[in-house]
């Protein structure tokens, strides 16, 4: 296990809550990851199992991402099937993966229209105080680049996939999106990384996604108030910023993981 922490001492409109990542966290998964923001606390466990390729796409494998809200996170999510925030938060990550190409799927194919992996990314809200889709976006990345997958061959005898748990290389993540959350007061004032009860009391929430190369992966507003493009710059400005943080602090708990 791998701890790194981001801090920020008495918050500012501007200042995001300590954000601490650890990895390799659940020795069952093929890669893992634990992410807190303030009080925030979600968990990503990646497996990986093997299945048929799509007929539409036989060169590509899965990804499936699904984030839950169990009862222990919050009083405000009751047990039975997935909420609307919960499936929300799910689209969000499945179209990220889409639109930020995070892994092209055509690197999980193992053999074109026989063999391929898919990866399950169960991310899993464990504290809810705010600010979720970041803490997820920031979990997946991590587990992600934490992830192990064995090497797999196809017996040209026997047809059957062959296994070898020794070999082990890790998957080749291609772009890094970060996001930042902000919240919306009456149309004019904008406060990064909300809390729960921030995000009850403003009129509207927005996620910026951005990658290493400062594109934009994606933009989430569910309704809500409406934002002047002047502020819309300032939340991407922040979002690059904030990126480039992230990013290193992946990366040092990365590389202090691998000493």
């Not at 899965?62 to 405000?76: E, M, Q, T």
């Not at 639109?99 to 690197?107: H, M, P, T, Y």
Request: with cysteine; glycine share 6%.
């Amino acid at each position: 296990e791998q701890f790194g922490t981001l801090s920020s001492y008495g918050r500012e409109l501007g200042e995001f809550r300590a954000t601490t990542l650890n990895i390799g966290s659940i020795s069952t998964a093929d890669g893992s990851a634990l992410v807190k923001i303030g009080n925030t606390t979600v968990i990503c466990g990646i497996k990986a199992e093997l299945a048929t390729p799509p007929t539409d796409a036989p060169n590509k494998g899965y990804i499936v991402p699904n984030v839950d809200l169990p009862p222990l996170c919050s009083s405000r999510f009751r047990p039975g099937p997935p909420g609307e925030q919960a499936q929300a938060a799910s689209q969000f990550i499945a179209d990220l993966i889409d639109s930020a190409n995070i892994i092209q799927r055509e690197d999980l194919c193992i053999e074109s229209g026989k063999l391929s992996w898919v990866l399950y990314c169960d991310i899993m809200c464990l504290d809810y105080d705010g600010n979720l889709l970041d803490a997820c976006v920031i979990a997946l990345l991590a587990a992600l680049e934490n992830a192990q997958l064995p090497e797999v061959t196809i017996n040209k005898e026997t047809e059957l996939a062959e296994v070898n748990p020794q070999k082990l290389h890790p998957l080749n993540v291609t772009k890094h999106p970060v996001g930042s959350s902000f919240a919306v007061f009456d149309n004019t004032i904008v406060i990064v990384d909300p809390t729960a009860e921030e995000e009850s009391l403003s009129t509207a929430t927005i996620t910026v996604v951005t990658d290493e190369d400062e594109r934009l992966c994606a933009l989430h507003k569910p309704g809500g108030s409406g934002l002047s493009a002047e502020k819309l710059q300032d939340c991407i400005s922040r979002a690059v910023t904030r990126h480039r943080e992230v990013r290193k602090l992946i990366e040092e708990v990365l590389k202090s993981k691998q000493q």
